[in-house]
């Protein structure tokens, strides 16, 4: 069935440096790729999101890439804050069985100050 | 605040008991999503309602049956609970049918069998 694999699932950075999470999808048809942010006990909140016809978005320190060929996108994250640290999921629209946003597992940045 | 409202907050029942989680979506939208999240689990889709249709469904058990209401509030219920059923709850909507419109989270119910 679809599937999306988000890694690594924890990333520790050092306050200033980049932030990279990957995530690869297995429905070719997909041609939307949100990213959510989940703070402690808080909602998911979107902060990014990419559309199929486009290879890269960029809004202020974060940023998304698609490679559609290899079926996987990615976030960056530069110049890391503290107030960055969260929870972060990838998603994907998948149009196979039924449309709907499949979510990666997550990944949980800590930014140290 | 995304404007979505989801009551309860918290919940606690027992195996076998059902139960009954609401959402009120944002002002003008008119999908609502239901999504679970359990423990150091990603989301997962659970069904999504349009205007009143079922418009898509995902990996809900038979358990689970959810609706919306011609004010586009929206009940998901839950019966015969099971331990495993413990998770936190979300319900998101947008304005749109289409689940690649920006999907609005609301504050979740936390959901606790026991």
């Known amino acids: 069935g679809e599937n999306v694999e988000q890694h690594p699932s924890t990333l520790s950075v050092q306050e200033g440096d980049s932030a990279v999470i990957k995530c690869t999808y297995s429905?070719?048809?997909?041609?939307?790729f949100p990213w959510y942010k989940q703070e402690l006990g808080k909602r998911p909140q979107l902060i990014i999101d990419?559309?199929?016809?486009?290879g890269e978005k960029k809004d202020q320190r974060i940023a998304v890439t698609l490679n559609k060929t290899a079926k996987h996108f990615s976030l960056h994250i530069t110049e890391t804050q503290p107030e960055d640290s969260a929870v972060y999921f990838c998603?994907?629209?998948?149009?196979?069985?039924?449309?709907?946003?499949?979510f990666g597992s997550g990944t949980r940045l800590l930014v140290r100050p | 605040d995304s404007g979505v409202t989801q009551t309860p907050k918290h919940l606690i029942t027992a195996t076998g008991q059902r139960v009954t989680l609401r959402c009120s979506p944002r002002?003008?939208?008119?999908?609502v999503y239901w999504y679970q999240q359990s423990l150091d689990q990603g989301l997962q889709f659970l069904i999504q309602?349009?205007?009143?249709?079922?418009?898509a469904k995902g990996n809900i058990l038979e358990r689970f049956s959810a609706q919306q209401f011609p004010d586009l509030h929206s009940e998901l219920n839950l019966s015969s609970l099971e331990l495993g059923d413990s998770a936190l709850y979300f319900c998101?909507?947008?304005?749109?049918?289409?689940?690649?419109?920006?999907?609005?989270f609301g504050p979740g119910t936390r959901l606790l069998v026991l």
């Open positions: 998101a909507s947008s304005v749109g049918r289409w689940a690649e419109e920006t999907q609005y």
């Open positions: 429905d070719s048809a997909s041609n939307y």
């Open positions: 990419i559309r199929s016809n486009v």
């Open positions: 998603a994907a629209l998948t149009m196979d069985s039924s449309y709907k946003l499949i």
């Open positions: 002002s003008g939208d008119l999908s």
């Open positions: 309602y349009y205007n009143g249709e079922e418009r």
